[in-house]
């Protein structure tokens, strides 16, 4: 659509020829784990680290790896325990860390909540936080900066909390979360990567304590409303809200016929803050970068807002799907940034890929940002080129090369809530406003728990006459 291709910031991979040792690699994943990643990281179909203990890290590439891994043998290749720990301050025992029958049973009790009957639910709430949001937009000069990674934190934690607590979210409350998960998932980090090498928490105390504290305070702050909602549902004191909380407190097990406790609650619904607004911002963040250097795309996203709903506030829920344009250039961004640009898995038999013996206990690594920048399965991988999912064979969703929510079983639950509110997100932005780069400011992707910019992102906004 615009007359130069565009590829947008990526960490520059490490030469092939660097002599390759585990100290290196630890160095760099202190930076992040896009920093580890070698030029043949991206042609090869197989990368094997050793480990401390005898254990390897073994990352594959190839689809059919991909799918046998997520698909085919998905129950033999269970989430790592190192993320579980690395998490359970915040997430406790949630979906996005269990296993087995577990997982199933909050599998089985959660996935009502997000079928497309419950998004139609909340999709005036979406819409409610999305016209709040150009409230706060339109603050902004035109020649002022806005931190537009910092307000796509903002919109999509506000989403969450009106259609998971019906609970609006202030400036202050969206600040205040969004600078204590920053610190939480910085050390978050740095247990895994503890974990991973068989190293004591001992060796790094302070961060192992603000580790543990900062997931204590997301965790408590959130529980606090979701206790108080649990107590009034108990004694039939609350009213109805109609939001996704009274949905599952209301949900009981087909199989074991038992509902959420009040700890199993509080597990989930943070589970579902952090998956459902990180996540979301760290593409929407990218995406506008994207659009402010490729105006075209822009133009194109507004004129289709225009057509589908002149009066964007008063779009329904079935006219989001004919945002084809929209949808495609989000499809493409989570190509290049998918939020969680590394899954951790644990073998837990013996297997093989591409040949290549995996032994039982060996640590396997997917990566949506390795697969999807392949150059053997895309043309151009760091291009941003919309087009490839406007119709056509090329670009399609196949399981083993474009995942970025996952596939299989433990597919991402709320991926399509997370497409359906950035789709409004994006359409209402571009219909608004005019979005330009700010010179010299180049975001710098890093990979910690989410796939987030360093220095974040700012672009330049001006309203348009009509």
């Not at 994943?29 to 094997?48: A, D, I, Q």
């Amino acid at each position: 659509m615009n007359g130069c291709p565009y590829t947008p910031p990526h960490p520059k991979p490490v030469p092939d020829g660097e002599k390759r040792t585990l100290w290196k690699w630890i160095q760099r994943t202190r930076k992040s784990s896009l920093h580890t990643l070698y030029e043949g990281s991206f042609r090869n179909w197989l990368t094997v680290l050793k480990l401390p203990g005898g254990h390897r890290l073994v990352m594959p590439k190839d689809p059919a790896d991909i799918r046998k891994v997520l698909v085919d043998k998905a129950p033999d290749f269970p989430k790592s325990e190192a993320m579980h720990i690395a998490l359970k301050p915040l997430l406790g025992e949630s979906i996005f860390t269990t296993n087995g029958e577990v997982w199933e049973r909050q599998r089985r009790m959660l996935d009502p909540a997000f079928a497309q009957s419950g998004l139609k639910k909340v999709f005036p709430l979406m819409l409610d936080a999305v016209e709040d949001l150009r409230l706060r937009l339109e603050a902004y000069g035109d020649t002022e900066s806005c931190p537009i990674g910092d307000e796509m934190t903002h919109v999509t934690a506000d989403i969450i909390m009106r259609t998971i607590l019906s609970y609006p979210l202030s400036a202050g409350e969206a600040h205040n979360l969004a600078a204590q998960f920053e610190k939480f998932q910085r050390k978050a980090s740095q247990v895994n990567l503890m974990k991973i090498l068989h190293l004591p928490p001992w060796m790094v105390p302070w961060d192992w304590v603000i580790w543990r504290f900062q997931g204590w305070r997301i965790r408590n702050l959130l529980g606090k409303i979701i206790s108080s909602r649990f107590r009034e549902y108990q004694t039939g004191t609350g009213g109805e809200y109609g939001d996704i909380l009274e949905g599952l407190m209301s949900a009981v097990d087909p199989v074991t016929k038992t509902p959420f406790s009040e700890k199993e609650l509080i597990d989930q619904i943070v589970m579902l803050f952090l998956a459902g607004h990180e996540t979301s911002a760290s593409v929407l963040g990218w995406t506008f970068h994207i659009l402010a250097n490729q105006p075209d795309y822009a133009e194109a996203i507004r004129r289709e807002a225009e057509e589908t709903c002149p009066d964007f506030t008063k779009v329904k829920f079935s006219e989001v799907a004919r945002l084809k344009t929209t949808r495609a250039v989000f499809r493409e961004v989570l190509r290049l940034y998918p939020p969680v640009a590394f899954f951790s898995r644990s073998s837990a038999g013996d297997e093989e890929f591409h040949g290549c013996p995996v032994r039982s206990g060996d640590l396997v690594n997917l990566s949506p940002y390795v697969v999807q920048r392949h150059t053997e399965l895309w043309e151009d991988p760091d291009v941003f080129r919309p087009e490839r999912f406007m119709g056509g064979a090329n670009g399609r969703n196949d399981s083993g090369r474009y995942f970025p929510f996952s596939t299989g079983p433990r597919i991402c639950i709320g991926a399509a809530f997370a497409q359906q509110e950035a789709h409004l997100i994006i359409a209402r932005v571009c219909q608004l406003f005019e979005i330009e780069p700010v010179q010299g400011l180049v975001p710098e992707p890093v990979s910690r728990l989410t796939l987030r910019s360093e220095n974040g992102i700012s672009v330049k906004l001006k309203k348009r006459s009509c």
